[in-house]
């Protein structure tokens, strides 16, 4: 099995020698997610042999491409066990790739989806912030994540991943990484790829590319402890700075508005 | 070899006026899907969290793991031919799955494989559409109130549950099937598979708590074979 990285090529032979030294631990020698340390994690590692991938850049359904998994590699799944392996090379990222899809035959039967195609983004105006906090409630994102985006919303407490773990929505106030990236076409990606394996449903067949960008626009305005572009025009107008000044002082142990 | 012939006559009677109600000819497989002890007692859903739905019911409804009417009947259950019919290229018409009162409608949803399902939202708010396939692929879409419905296709058999995450309680089953002779039993768990070719056959009935049963049958001619099955329920 060989994956195609740019002008990188990987092979999973050499993959599998890194496999058993790093990998196998947590997702087992079998590649099925049932390492040694696997009973100890509370999101549970990644079962190879199911080939259901959370961050993507192909539509739901679809395994990923080899691109999508040595980002993953690279950047690591944030709030997981799942590190950033930048400290091994880039071929042995791309030969690591290589051997992961040796676990699934679906690798051999199946062709990655075709990436979502993402517009160049706009420019941001406060109008675009405005139109994606009506998205945010249109769609109900808040139901999960909470009205705030705190991760608290009515359903966020019943929610499982496919094997019937309990998962948490994300909490934009944590910080300005999300599960798949800290960029905005990133976190583009995730709201119209979906999050498979996880109850982080697709919005590709809902909403149009230039909402799309819109509601990127707000949920950068949700990470106020994190200044952005999105939260500093956002701050710059009456209302989205009453809307943060009391969001922020909650955060904090003594209400003063600190800001890190 | 006498008895034989009164036999078959009389089953070529039977088949004769059968022919002339069902129209192509073929045997009948027919009966009856019960259970026995104690079911365990559906819990009535609250729904309070969403109220555009609780609005929608005067009494909360029960879930609908194991469906029971008077008899002893189960309801909602997949009677299907596992094994002695061909595969069965699929029909041009879509199998329907509605999202109604934060329910699905129908709560199990058989169809074949490669077949158009197409999902469809009628409530007033999202609802998410996650089915938990372990054959064919996964995916999880959204889909809000008033939007079109999604139009999606299966290419390998299974039996798959489908949940909502935005609403826990909701919960259905698709059932993606080789051929076209399968049914899931109404009000009175009664079935019937009519137009079967003569031929050996194990139908097979599927309950999505209480698991699967087979009986072999054979149908020779236009007979009409009587199979029942009888599950054991489970009390919790």
Redesign the interface.
Same mark, same amino acid.
């Given at each position: 099995m060989e994956s195609h990285i740019g002008s990188l090529t990987g092979d999973s032979d050499a993959g599998r020698q890194l496999y058993f030294r790093y990998c196998w631990g947590c997702h087992g020698p079998h590649g099925d997610g049932n390492g040694e340390n696997a009973p100890y994690l509370n999101i549970l590692p990644r079962n190879f042999v199911a080939a259901t991938f959370k961050c993507r850049s192909t539509p739901t359904g679809t395994l990923p491409t080899d691109e999508d998994l040595y980002n993953t590699l690279k950047r690591g799944v944030n709030f997981t066990y799942m590190p950033s392996w930048l400290a091994l090379t880039a071929q042995e990222r791309a030969n690591l790739v290589a051997f992961i899809k040796t676990f699934s035959a679906r690798w051999t039967t199946e062709k990655p989806g075709a990436p979502i195609q993402i517009p160049a983004e706009p420019s941001l105006t406060i109008a675009s912030i405005k139109h994606g906090a009506e998205l945010f409630q249109k769609l109900e994102c808040w139901k999960c994540h909470g009205q705030e985006g705190r991760g608290d919303g009515p359903s966020a407490s019943t929610l499982t991943d496919s094997n019937d773990q309990p998962i948490r929505p994300y909490n934009f106030t944590s910080d300005n990484r999300s599960k798949c990236g800290r960029t905005n076409p990133e976190l583009y990606k995730i709201f119209m790829t979906g999050l498979d394996g996880t109850p982080m449903p697709s919005f590709a067949d809902v909403v149009k590319p230039e909402d799309a960008w819109d509601l990127v626009h707000y949920l950068r305005t949700l990470q106020y402890n994190n200044p952005s572009a999105e939260l500093t025009l956002w701050e710059s107008t009456p209302e989205g700075n009453a809307i943060v000044a009391t969001k922020r002082a909650k955060e904090t142990a003594t209400g003063s508005g600190f800001r890190p | 070899m006498q008895w034989r012939q009164i036999v078959f006559s009389a089953t070529v009677l039977l088949a004769a006026s059968a022919v002339a109600i069902a129209g192509p000819a073929g045997g009948t497989i027919s009966g009856k899907v019960t259970y026995e002890g104690t079911p365990a007692k559906m819990k009535p859903i609250d729904m309070s969290?969403e109220p555009s739905c609780a609005k929608m019911y005067t009494t909360p409804p029960v879930a609908e793991t194991v469906v029971t009417g008077s008899g002893n009947s189960l309801q909602d259950v997949v009677v299907y031919i596992s094994a002695g019919a061909p595969d069965d290229a699929a029909p041009a018409t879509a199998a329907v799955f509605t999202q109604k009162g934060c329910r699905y409608i129908p709560h199990v949803l058989a169809f074949q494989v490669n077949q158009e399902l197409k999902i469809v939202n009628e409530d007033q *708010?999202?609802h998410? +559409? %996650?089915p938990?396939p372990?054959l064919n692929?996964?995916?999880?879409?959204?889909?809000?109130a008033g *939007?079109?419905a +999604?139009s999606e296709k299966y290419d390998k058999a299974e039996f798959i549950p489908v949940k909502c995450?935005? %609403?826990?309680w909701m919960h259905g089953n698709f059932a993606v099937l080789k051929n076209k002779h399968f049914t899931v039993t109404g009000d009175g768990g009664a079935f019937l598979l009519a137009n079967l070719p003569a031929g050996k056959y194990t139908v097979t009935a599927w309950q999505e708590s209480y698991g699967e049963q087979s009986q072999e049958v054979t149908i020779s001619g236009s007979e009409t074979k009587t199979v029942n099955f009888v599950f054991k329920a489970k009390p919790y």
């Open positions: - | 969290k *708010t999202s998410n +559409i %996650h938990l372990k692929r996964e995916w999880n879409k959204s889909q809000p *939007t079109p +999604i995450n935005v %609403h826990p």
